[in-house]
């Protein structure tokens, strides 16, 4: 029956809710969701799944070849994965709808140095509402490793299940000791969410998404759900392949949530069995009134403690402002400024990296962070993620 992992009274609004999903294709996030499956935690916090392995990041800085840098490269992108796409189920029990970010919205967070490994800053943007784009830029300055990108959603209904496509790319700066510069396109892989009529969703990587280095070295990974590869779900398969060569030099094999192993050597590859790191992230009394958890107080509040009349309350208000703000910026003209990115058409980096691989499409757009942003104006947050 449709929704056994749905309470009770809440079978009724599931069912809509699916209908209007599968009638539907754009931007999700604007849907009204039935309660139970709705997260007190905004999309700006998800670019936080990039770093909850910090030392992964870190030790990209340490490998010696250009060989050994896009393999650590790939370790840590291959880690992040289980953060990214199932940690809601393990600490929500299935996935859930995020906040949907007001434009503006803003999230910074870090992970201490420890073990030499350096301080991670973490930064990110709402820079659009409709559609939904969030920009980030993180940062290991001593390490001389800095990741900017930003992330849309296109989505869309087949088979029972919801296909989101993630418009949107991230770059990976590395500092290498001859004082040159490294640089990888990271593109993201597809989603399909899956477990919809039982009311527990849950996501499953399709298709391929690619790792590009400066330096001619490209990992090339391929998502399969259960009966592919290994019969299992989430499974995955990478090609690493050397600069101007199809003929891979690694095979790395496994599931990305758990473990996997290079294919020729048998030597274990990833493992991401063991504990993440949460970052750590200013009390919400000294945050800024446009930080994530700040704004979006109540709203958390009303989600966790089971009380949706309050969340809707809270969140009508947020909405209310917004329009209103939206409405007064027609009236005068002006238009929203972003605090900590630029807007370019086409990225140089996705544009000169993408052609190596025949990316699709052949240019996309970014947001640049800037480097120098008004930091006395923002909270004691920022000026210590500035550091
Ligand atoms: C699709 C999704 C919003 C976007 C989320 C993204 C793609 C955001 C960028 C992160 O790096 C990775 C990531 C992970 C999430 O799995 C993905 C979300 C899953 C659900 C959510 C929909 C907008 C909500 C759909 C409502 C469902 C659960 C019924």
Redesign the pocket.
């Known amino acids: 029956t449709v929704g056994e992992a749905v309470p009770a009274t809440q079978r009724g609004s599931w069912s809509s ?1 699916l209908k209007s ?1 599968a009638s539907f294709s754009g931007d ?2 604007s ?1 009204t ?1 039935p309660p139970f ?1 709705l997260s007190p935690i905004s ?1 700006t916090e ?2 936080a ?2 770093c909850e392995r910090p030392e992964l990041f870190a030790a990209i800085a340490d490998a010696k070849t250009d060989e050994d840098r896009m393999l650590a490269v790939l370790k840590w992108f291959i880690s992040t994965l289980k953060d ?2 199932t940690s ?1 189920n393990e600490s929500m029990g ?5 906040l949907n970010p007001v434009l503006g919205e803003l999230f910074y967070a870090y992970w201490p140095d420890k073990n030499n490994r350096g301080k991670t800053n973490l930064l990110v943007e709402q820079v659009s509402h409709h559609p939904p784009i ?1 920009a980030y830029y993180i940062s290991n300055p001593s390490k001389g490793l800095s990741l900017q990108g930003h ?1 849309a ?1 296109k ?1 869309s209904f087949s088979g029972g299940s ?1 296909i ?1 496509k ?1 418009v949107g790319h991230a770059t990976l700066s590395v500092l290498l000791p001859s004082g040159g510069t490294e640089e990888f396109l990271i593109t ?1 892989p597809r ?1 399909r ?1 899956d477990g ?1 009529w039982y009311g527990s ?1 849950y ?1 499953e990587l399709t298709e391929s998404s690619y790792i590009q280095s400066s330096s001619g070295w490209l990992s090339t990974i391929e998502y399969k759900g259960k009966g592919y590869f290994s019969g299992k779900s989430h499974s995955f398969k990478a090609l690493v392949t050397p600069p101007g060569s199809s003929s891979p030099a690694h095979t790395v094999e496994g599931t990305w949530h758990q473990t996997s192993k290079d294919v020729k050597t048998g030597r274990a590859f990833h493992d991401v069995t063991g504990a993440k790191e949460e970052a750590t992230v200013a009390d919400v009394e000294a945050q800024g009134e446009w930080e994530s958890r700040r704004l979006w107080r109540g709203v958390a509040r009303g989600i966790r403690e089971g009380d949706f009349e309050t969340a809707s309350r809270e969140k009508s208000k947020i909405e209310n402002e917004q329009r209103q703000r939206r409405k007064d910026e027609a009236a005068a003209g002006t238009k929203w400024q972003l605090k900590h990115f630029a807007h370019v058409d086409s990225d140089p980096t996705y544009e000169k990296l993408g052609k190596l691989f025949k990316a699709s499409p052949p240019t996309e757009d970014a947001y640049v962070f800037q480097h120098n942003p008004p930091f006395a104006d923002m909270s004691t947050t920022t000026t210590e993620v500035a550091k």
């Open positions: 809710f999903i999700l996030s849907l969701a499956i999309l998800f670019p799944y990039w990214q796409y809601r299935s996935e859930k709808k995020p969030t992330n959603q989505t919801i989101v993630q993201l989603l969410i919809l969703p996501i």
